[in-house]
Nanobody
Framework: QVQLVEAGGGLVQAGGSLRLSCAAS????????MGWFRQAPGKEREFVAF????????HYADSVKGRFTISRDNAKNTVYLQMHSLKPEDTAVYYC?????????????????WGQGTQVTVSS
């Protein structure tokens, strides 16, 4: 069983920055692929970024590439999402997720455990 707890969401003006964090339980955090997804009202949950277990590989959705950075600290069992140049269309609930099979997938179905989500609102 893995528990994930996100933090760091909030209200920010367009062009601003936020850093999300996701603390994970479990002794084998370093073996998971970790992902960030988001869901805006009335829309499907969409992929944002993932980072492989040792952090050697990252992948981003085109919509956030160059603005968002995913990172992890395996000693702290924590994954981060640094978001810069935020846009109103980034407004959504952001979820972190754990893929225990350590695939490199941008599909929500590949992730077995999910956090409760944190709201990010970007005002224009």
């Amino acid at each position: 069983q893995v528990q994930l707890v996100e933090a760091g969401g909030g209200l920010v003006q367009a062009g601003g920055s936020l850093r999300l964090s996701c603390a994970a339980s479990g002794r084998t955090f370093s073996s998971y692929t970790m992902g960030w997804f988001r869901q805006a009202p009335g829309k499907e949950r969409e992929f944002v970024a993932f980072i492989t277990r040792i952090g050697g590989s990252t992948h981003y959705a085109d919509s956030v590439k160059g603005r968002f950075t995913i990172s992890r600290d395996n000693a702290k069992n924590t994954v981060y999402l640094q978001m810069h140049s935020l846009k109103p269309e980034d407004t959504a609930v952001y979820y972190c997720a754990a893929d225990l099979q350590a695939t490199t997938s941008d599909l929500p179905t590949s992730y077995e455990y999910w956090g409760q989500g944190t709201q990010v609102t970007v005002s224009s």
